[in-house]
C-alpha cells in the first residue's frame, strides 16, 4: 500500500465498476494512510455499503460485515461464551475431582472459548481485512460506546480474559443513513464524508458501467427521469442501487427507451412506497416524460 496513490486507488476502484469522486477518494486514501476508520453517512443506495465491497477486492483482503440493528450487543457484534463446552470443561473437573477453582475459571475463559463475531473477526485475521459496520445508525446509541476501544486501538477488552489487540489493524468504514445522530466521541476517532445522490453526468457514466448492455438511449433517459424524481417530494427518492436495477429491469424486457407503459410497469422496481408509487402514477410520471422529451442529456 506504500506506494498507492489518490489517482491509482480511483482507477482500482473504477476497474471494479465503482466510480469514485476526487472528494471521496481523496478521503479514502487518508483513511488507509493514516489508518483511521472512516465514516460514512449519506441517504439509502448512494453507494456506501458497495464501497467497503469494493474496497476489500480492490486491497485483495476479507470483508467482515456487522449488519447493525436494534437490540445488537456485544455477544451477537463481537463475542459470545461457549457454554456447551465450557460446561463439559467443568463436569470433567468434577469427574476428576479438581479442587482448583482458579486453574477451573482459567481453562473455561480462554480463548479457544470464544465464539468471534464479526468485531473479534477482524482483529484476528493474518491481513488487515476491510470492516464494514454498517448502518449503524440503527443500533442503540449505548452500542457505540463499546466501539470506542476498537475504533482507537484496535482492540477489545473481555474481562473474563483481557485484551485482544488486532494481528493486523482492520480497515473500518462505517455507514449511517442517518436515521439518527451518532455521538461526537465516535465521530471524533473517524474521518468523515458525506456521500450524496450522483449528479446526472456521473449516474450516467455508473449506469454504464454496471449495466454495460443498456442501450446509450436508454440509459440516458433513465438517469435523466431518476434525476428528476429526486426532486418531487418522495417519502424515499430512489438512489443509484434503484437506478441500476430499474435499468437491468428494462433491459430484461427489452426496452430501448422509456415508454409511459414501460415505466408504469415497472416503477415497483424504482420505488418501495405505496405512497410514493400512488403520487408518481398519478399523473409524474407522464408529465416528467413530456418534459424530458428532448432534453435528455
Avoid at 38 to 43: F, K
Avoid at 54 to 82: F, H, M, P, S
Avoid at 228 to 242: N, S, Y
Avoid at 270 to 285: P, R, S, W
Wanted: glycine share 6%.
Amino acid at each position: 500500500m506504500s506506494d498507492l496513490s489518490i489517482e491509482t486507488l480511483r482507477a482500482q476502484l473504477l476497474d471494479h465498476n465503482y466510480i469514485c469522486d476526487p472528494r471521496l477518494g481523496t478521503v479514502l486514501f487518508l483513511a488507509l494512510k493514516m489508518q483511521r476508520p472512516l465514516y460514512l453517512e449519506g441517504e439509502p443506495g448512494v453507494g456506501k455499503t458497495e464501497l467497503a465491497k469494493t474496497l476489500a477486492q480492490v486491497l485483495g483482503t476479507k470483508l467482515i460485515r456487522l449488519q447493525c440493528y436494534e437490540g445488537l450487543d456485544i455477544r451477537d457484534a463481537a463475542y459470545d461464551w461457549n457454554v456447551g463446552r465450557q460446561l463439559i470443561e467443568i463436569r470433567l473437573a468434577e469427574a476428576m475431582h479438581e479442587t482448583n477453582r482458579d486453574g477451573l475459571l482459567k481453562s473455561i475463559y480462554r480463548r479457544e472459548m470464544l465464539i468471534e463475531r464479526p468485531l473479534l473477526q477482524a482483529l484476528s485475521q493474518p491481513v488487515a481485512p476491510v470492516l464494514l459496520i454498517d448502518e449503524l445508525d440503527r443500533a442503540d446509541e449505548a452500542f457505540e460506546a463499546f466501539l470506542l476501544e476498537l475504533l482507537a486501538e484496535a482492540q477489545i477488552t473481555i474481562p473474563e480474559l483481557g485484551t485482544i489487540t488486532a494481528v493486523q489493524p482492520p480497515i473500518v468504514i462505517i455507514t449511517s443513513n442517518r436515521t439518527r445522530e451518532v455521538r461526537d466521541a465516535l465521530k471524533r476517532r473517524c474521518l468523515y464524508h458525506w456521500l450524496d445522490f450522483p449528479d446526472a453526468v456521473r449516474e450516467l457514466e455508473i449506469v454504464r458501467k454496471r449495466v454495460p448492455h443498456a442501450s446509450e438511449t436508454l440509459a440516458r433517459e433513465v438517469v435523466a427521469f431518476v434525476q428528476r424524481m429526486r426532486g418531487i417530494d418522495l417519502f424515499k427518492a430512489p438512489g443509484i442501487a434503484e437506478t441500476i436495477d430499474w435499468t437491468n429491469a428494462l433491459v430484461a424486457l427489452n426496452v430501448l427507451s422509456l415508454e409511459p407503459d414501460a415505466v408504469r410497469d415497472t416503477l415497483g422496481v424504482l420505488l418501495k412506497y405505496q405512497d410514493d408509487l400512488g403520487k408518481v402514477m398519478g399523473g409524474e410520471a407522464q408529465a416528467i416524460l413530456d418534459e424530458l422529451r428532448g432534453k435528455v442529456l
